[in-house]
């Protein structure tokens, strides 16, 4: 079954399944028709600026408060929240990791997130968690909903289908997809294994960065933003919602299906976006601009310039500054920087930082090329180059990210990777040419 989509960035977009089934000009009628019941979900304030102002009307079936009955303790003892400080030994460091390895028994989408970070604080409505998601069975009768923040999704193994209240979204590695706090809904494997990278964000939700100077067009474009239409099921078999709470997980059964919106309009909404639709700047002459320029989304804080979250890739892209060092330099950085790769290489890093593998490099500690890395971009002709088939990405955010008893202890851990840089040799002697000996 093909499912559609509805281009566009943030729009207000309206879809119904059945003729008619969507009201116009009005809300809330008397009755709304097919015998639908009117509901808001709210986005954001009711009394937020328009800008930001965010909110969908859905026409379902049965209201949510069928969806819920009374809720008992779940347990999902790997997703962690912020604040969760201080439960594993290891020492300060930059690190890095191997892939997060599969699961060995049935374990479905939510029952498969390993939280490697958490940062800020979930009570105040700041900060994140990174997490990897590792599963090899489909959710059926299990649906779930996140009231403590959205989830940018970002896969690295395998195709997956979000089936949402408001849609389904199909999803391959290469692609990214966002579901809204409050969300309803399941996970179906098109694969029979999948991978990949969660942000699960506590604040300000995910927008389009602004593009200053750049203008108009590039980076990611609003058109390449992809919300489902609407979809439906009438299922009237037993079914469980669990919500994830304030860092507590809660089961509640139902009779039947919760994913029943028959048609919706409004501006708070999933979507996705594949990565490829990116449009990369770079220099041109010399010298190259933070990675700030590879921005896809941003998460705001409130304070200007100071993103809760910047998600950012390295794309494919062409290389061709002059008297240039021209991977990342050197650097400390006052953000915290998660990165995973979906695939390739990454120029800093050509060896020891695979797909599917994690680096975490955070708050104030050094970090840039590696030994090899610096020699080779030290002392190559500096000709056009493309840097082509790779796909890294970071999670920044202004918080520390503190590390997770599972992130300390998980044994695809690289206990050298600090050893990466122990070849850079001092070339200063006291001439202007230094020592390239
Ligand atoms: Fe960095």
């Not at 009231?147 to 997956?160: F, K, N």
């Not at 409130?302 to 892209?317: L, M």
Request: aromatic share 12%; charged share 20%.
């Amino acid at each position: 079954m093909a499912f559609s989509y509805m281009p566009g960035f943030g729009n207000d977009f309206e879809t119904e399944t059945l003729p008619g089934s969507l009201p116009q000009g009005r809300n809330s009628p008397q009755r709304p028709a097919y015998g639908l019941y009117a509901e808001q979900l709210s986005g954001s304030p009711f009394t937020a600026p328009r800008g930001t102002n965010e909110r969908s009307w859905l026409y379902r079936i049965r209201p949510s408060v069928k969806h819920t009955g009374r809720f008992k303790a779940a347990s999902y003892p790997l997703w962690k929240t912020a604040p969760n400080v201080g439960d594993h030994e290891l020492a300060l460091g930059q690190y890095r990791w191997n892939p997060v390895p599969m699961p060995k028994e049935p374990t479905d989408f939510i029952q498969g997130m390993r939280t490697i970070t958490t940062a800020g604080d979930v009570l105040g409505q700041n900060g994140m968690a990174a997490h990897v998601y590792v599963a090899n069975r489909s959710m059926v009768d299990d649906h779930f909903f996140n009231a403590d923040g959205e989830l940018l999704v970002v896969p690295q193994v395998g195709a997956l289908r979000f089936v949402t209240e408001m849609g389904v979204i199909e999803l391959r590695p290469g692609e990214i997809a966002v579901l809204p706090r409050g969300l309803v809904f399941k996970v179906e494997l098109v694969d029979a294994e999948v991978r990949g990278y969660v942000c699960e964000n506590y604040g300000a939700k995910l927008t389009m960065p602004d593009r200053g100077p750049i203008g108009a067009n590039c980076l990611a474009n609003p058109r390449d933003f992809k919300t489902p239409c609407a979809w439906f099921e009438e299922k009237e078999t037993p079914c469980r919602l669990t919500v994830k709470w304030c860092g507590n997980f809660h089961v509640t059964e139902i009779g039947h299906s919760p994913l029943d919106v028959v048609a919706w309009h409004g501006n708070y909404a999933p979507y996705k976006y594949d990565l490829a639709t990116f449009s990369p700047l770079g220099a041109i002459l010399f010298d190259h601009p933070d990675p700030s320029i590879f921005t896809v989304l941003t998460a705001p804080s409130g304070e200007e310039g100071t993103a809760n979250i910047d998600f950012v890739i390295f794309p494919p892209r062409w290389l061709v500054a002059e008297d240039t060092f021209r991977p990342p330099w050197y650097h400390r950085n006052i953000m915290s920087e998660f990165m995973g790769l979906i695939h390739g290489q990454y120029d800093a890093k050509e060896e020891g930082f695979v797909p599917g593998g994690i680096s975490l490099h955070n708050l104030m500690l050094a970090h840039g090329p590696d030994a090899p890395g610096f020699e080779k971009a030290s002392r190559v002709e500096l000709k056009p180059v493309k840097l082509d088939n790779t796909m890294a990405f970071m999670f920044e955010t202004r918080f520390p990210q503190m590390l997770t008893r599972y992130g300390a202890e998980l044994e695809t851990r690289q206990d050298n990777y600090i050893d990466c840089w122990s070849d850079l040799k001092k070339r200063f002697n006291g001439t202007p040419e230094g020592d390239w000996s």
